[in-house]
């Protein structure tokens, strides 16, 4: 099978399950944003609770390889202050503009088109913002393991225990 | 905890569950197809597009740019991904009968109105804003938030905390803090 194959199998289930969840739609993201609706918080943790555990496991086997991104903090804030941003008024992000479109709401078109140009426009501020932005403080390739000196299985249960605790809290307030 | 909801919803805490499942056997696949684990994301599709788009009316262009010769233009594993997902969520709204086509949000209609060009406008220029600032921070909330934390990468944490933390200060400010309705 070839690589795209295997990428539009795993984009097919991944699209499939976003819809199921309903974390497509623009009320739900925005809803999120609002501390009103928290079902894209419920998916989004769910998914890292299992798949934390899944990774965890296959790392230390070493069926497969950890990938962190590179803690470049002024990049990270800056670059998360304005896609926080955009997010907010889009009502979307990448994957679930693209997800929405497969459910009719075809608004989103604009969404993606606006990020195609985002894109686009990123590329020519890029040799830029590499002598700026991008050479600043960078910590590397950081795991949160190594850097708090502990076993990954100490922070797993922990993570556990606090996003079952905030989901009993959801659900007793509803959200 | 019901699994399934009315109108054929899931419940997120089991759809989320199974999109964990599918990152770990997808970060499988990735390394015995490819000698080399890949995890779920999509900005990085965005900037394909944009210069397999650009390519078409500007080659040389492209070709002497230096974040497009780093990205690779290509059509490759995350391209298909993501246009996957265009057809999951197609599928799965079309069996289950959520299948809708809508020009205007019912939230932001009801707080902006139901005029379709002032959402395009908003939509658009949110995705141009949005885009840039995930470039930069080199991740969206699924190569960040998804793949970084079930990693525990740092810059995963650090990210999803300023991408949740501008979003929530933004929607205050953009779509009021008072509950109304």
Known sequence: MSSQMLGLLTGFAFGFLLQKGRVLRFDKQVGAMRLRDMTILKFMLSAILVGGVGIGLLSHWDWIQIAHKPLNVGAIAIGGVLFGAGWAVMGFCPCTAIGALGEGRWHALFAVLGMVVGAALYAELYPLLKSTVLAWKDFGKLGLPEALGVSRWAIIPLFWAMCLGLFAWFEKRAL | ?181
Not at chain 2, 18 to 23: K, R
Not at chain 2, 52 to 63: D, G, H, Y
Not at chain 2, 119 to 126: K, L, T
Request: proline content about 3%; aromatic content about 12%.
């Open chain 2, 1 to 181: 905890m019901k699994g399934r909801l009315q109108d054929g919803a899931w419940s997120p805490y089991l759809a989320g569950a199974l999109v964990g499942v599918l990152a770990v056997v997808s970060a499988l696949a990735t390394t015995g197809l490819m000698g080399k684990t890949s995890y779920l994301g999509a900005s990085t599709t965005f900037v394909r597009a944009a210069g397999l788009l650009e390519r078409a009316v500007a080659p040389e262009r492209v070709a002497g740019n230096a974040y497009f010769t780093k990205e690779k233009v290509q059509v490759d594993w995350q391209f298909m991904l993501v246009t996957g997902v265009l057809f999951g969520a197609l599928v799965a709204a079309l069996t289950d009968g959520s299948f809708k086509m809508e020009g205007v949000p019912p939230a932001w209609a009801g707080r902006f109105g139901p005029s379709v060009g002032k959402r395009a406008f908003w939509a658009f220029a949110g995705g141009i804003v949005a885009m840039i600032g995930a470039r930069l921070a080199d991740g969206c909330p699924s190569g960040h938030g998804l793949s970084g934390m079930m990693q525990l990468s740092l810059s995963g944490f650090a990210a999803l905390a300023f991408f949740f933390g501008t979003g929530i200060l933004v929607a205050r400010i953009v779509y009021g803090g008072r509950k109304h309705e």
